[in-house]
């Protein structure tokens, strides 16, 4: 993600920007006639002690500011946020935990679900108490759990009763786009924390289904911190351990997710790992995506170079009569 960008909140206004080659060719339309016009005049002389030393001026300086004027004036209408990357005093975060049947796997004591719930608690413990806090839970559907609300003892009671999903498949996507969605309307930092062993199996023959998702979170300026939990070759924890089949673990899509939305990826194969992999993420929650709506700006702007150019037209491109 971008530490500075820019988006629209009206952006069919931006459909606006096609006038200002309009705005050009007529400038110098205008021009052409009014130059045709000055050659009627006999005494040159006379005009250029009265103009300066360039009878006819292109006003170049003029079709600028009209330019900047009209580019203000559209960008305004759009509704132009600038977002930025600084220090924040608050987050609102979505914790979403995945309940697929390989987050059994007994690779952490007592598993992986059991292991990823007590530390999602802590952390809740530990936040700041005007955050407010969202759960889903995922495998191959998502489920809102809890909507983003500042309650921690209903927060954390929730986790606690988060429990292995009997609907096949893990949608990493599908989580990263209904935790966005929750975050959609807060105004403080907007972050996600994504439990998970990264084995993405719904979506599997859908190209680039993660990939969507994390686009989706990126455009909305939410930050996605990953944590990988157990071992790459852990028992897949609800077939008998004599099968021999491990809990697929892929560390390459939690990275992915991480980077693209400019959170950090945690490998946590420990209970210690894993409270240290929150620890971190409550330090880098210090930092989010801060907005600034420039429309009042840019009106002001605008208006002032329309002040400017108004005097500029009254002495230097008066107009001879």
């Known amino acids: 993600m971008a530490l500075v960008d820019m988006t629209f909140e009206n952006p069919v206004y931006l459909w606006y920007l096609l006038s200002i080659p309009l705005l050009v060719y007529t400038h110098f339309y205008f021009f052409k006639h009014s130059k045709l016009k000055a050659v009627k005049f006999a005494n040159f002389e006379a005009l250029k002690r009265v103009t300066g030393e360039k009878l006819i001026t292109k006003n170049i300086i003029l079709l600028v500011l009209r ?30 935990i995945d309940t697929s049947a390989s987050m059994a796997a007994k690779d952490m004591a007592p598993s992986r679900i059991e292991a990823a ?13 005007r955050s407010s806090i969202g759960v889903v839970s995922f495998s191959g559907v998502t489920f809102i759990d809890s909507v983003l609300i500042n309650n921690k003892e209903s927060v954390k009671k929730t986790i606690e009763n988060i429990e292995i999903s009997r609907t096949g498949g893990t949608d990493i996507a599908g989580a990263i786009i209904t935790s966005t969605n929750l975050l959609l309307n807060s105004d403080k930092g907007k972050t996600i924390i994504l439990i998970t062993d990264g084995s ?30 157990g071992s790459e070759s852990g028992p897949i924890g609800y077939l008998p351990e ?33 409270a240290q992999a ?43 009569p």
Do not use: Q
């Open 67 to 96: 330019v900047f004027v009209l580019l203000c004036i559209i960008f305004a209408a759009s509704g132009a946020v600038l977002w930025y990357e600084g220090g924040v005093s608050e987050n609102d975060f979505v914790i979403a």
């Open 242 to 274: 004599y099968y021999n089949i491990s809990a697929v673990y892929n560390e390459n899509t939690l990275k992915l997710i991480s980077n693209t939305t400019g959170g950090y990826y945690f490998k946590a194969m420990s209970e210690e790992e894993l």
């Open 200 to 229: 993405n199996t719904v979506g599997a023959f859908i190209e680039d289904s993660v990939r969507n998702g994390v686009e989706y979170a990126a455009l909305n300026h939410v930050v996605v911190h990953t944590i990988g939990v």
């Open 278 to 320: 929150y620890k971190e993420i409550g330090r880098a929650s210090k930092k989010g995506f801060i907005p600034v709506r420039l429309s009042y700006g840019l009106m002001l702007i605008a208006l002032m170079l329309l002040f400017f150019e108004w005097g500029l037209i009254s002495t230097r491109f008066r107009r001879i």
């Open 117 to 129: 719930k007590k530390a999602a608690v802590e952390f809740v413990d530990n936040l700041d108490s």
